[in-house]
């Protein structure tokens, strides 16, 4: 099912009127229209026989191909290598060290349960109140009128409040935040690069500051059959990185002297040790998927397979 296990669905993220500034498989750019108009998000998707809908959806080619778009961008790419930073992506990179910031303002509270730190509903309280705010300060003024609409995708990449968890369909919510920006020309083509290194990158490292400091459950997840408890893009444009690496290959993820010395470099191997860190005994029994995954050939094909697989969960269960 497309209803996602963690509470968010795909397709809640993409119902605005906005025109697509990145052509997959191409670097051409488009202008975006003089008029836009602007919408809350909201659930479109109510039962099983809805989901056609989104797959047929513009939302959905528009989503699929901002995801290929940056992993073709990422190719074959260190990211400590050399590339553009815009004004807009320091703005977006200020943003996510204020919500890092937040956290160190909000410590964990005493409380009988070892997960679920209450604390995170406090801190989620400050980004439910600040969100449009935030958004203000990265888009111009003449789009204003976005920011409400912006700012709940951004509200929903954090984890659930409620529950206290974080799973793919958050990160899913974060990818369309950054599609939204690409869509009304916040973002540019030549922006590529510095959205997955640097500004999604730091998505990803105060996102393990969550869910370290408030020990969050992931949401949706499958175990041992998952690619992983929290992330699954990282995974995609981190293999997207390795792939043409004349050292490394799948094989050496599972190296920890390989992971030590190159995880800076590689978006996949970071993830690798994050795993690490958070789960104890063999990899191959708490991380059953990567360890086949460390089986195929060549990161190119490691790279198709998820895109395959992503796809798959993203017409299944987030």
């Not at 409620?162 to 540019?188: M, P, Q």
Request: proline share 5%; net charge negative; with cysteine.
């Amino acid at each position: 099912m497309l209803i996602s296990k963690d509470g968010l669905t795909l397709e809640d993220f993409f119902f605005f009127n906005l025109s697509l500034l990145y052509v997959p498989g191409t670097s051409e750019e488009v202008t975006p229209p003089l008029q836009q108009s602007f919408m809350i998000p909201k659930k479109e998707i109510n039962m099983v026989s809805d989901m056609a809908k989104w797959k047929r959806s513009q939302a959905y080619a528009d989503y699929m191909g901002f995801i290929l778009t940056l992993n073709e961008g990422v190719r074959g790419k260190k990211l400590t290598c050399e590339y553009k930073v815009s004004e807009p992506i320091e703005k977006l990179v200020a943003l996510l060290n204020t919500l890092d910031r937040w956290i160190d303002e909000t410590p964990p509270v005493d409380q009988p349960s070892r997960f679920g730190n209450k604390a995170f509903r406090t801190w989620y309280a400050k980004l439910d109140q600040e969100a449009e705010k935030l958004v203000a300060t990265v888009i111009p003024k003449h789009l204003a009128d976005a920011a409400p609409e912006v700012a709940v995708y951004l509200k929903e990449s954090v984890g659930n409040s409620t529950r206290i968890d974080y799973g793919t369909g958050h990160e899913a919510a974060f990818a369309a935040f950054l599609c939204c920006l690409c869509k009304i020309g916040v973002l540019r083509v030549d922006d590529q690069m510095a959205i997955v290194f640097k500004v999604f990158n730091r998505y990803l490292e105060v996102m393990r500051k969550l869910q370290k400091t408030y020990r969050m459950e992931p949401a949706g997840s499958q175990g041992v059959w998952g690619l992983d408890d929290f992330q699954f893009l990282p995974f995609i444009w981190g293999s997207s990185q390795l792939i043409d690496h004349p050292n490394l290959e799948p094989r050496h993820f599972v190296d920890e002297k390989v992971v030590n010395e190159n995880h800076k470099d590689f978006m996949f191997l970071e993830c690798i040790l994050f795993i690490t860190e958070m789960k104890t005994g063999p990899f191959a029994e708490h991380s059953n998927q990567l360890w086949n995954i460390s089986a195929v050939p060549s990161w190119s094909k490691v790279n198709q397979g998820l895109i395959r697989m992503y796809k798959a969960e993203n017409s299944g269960h987030f």
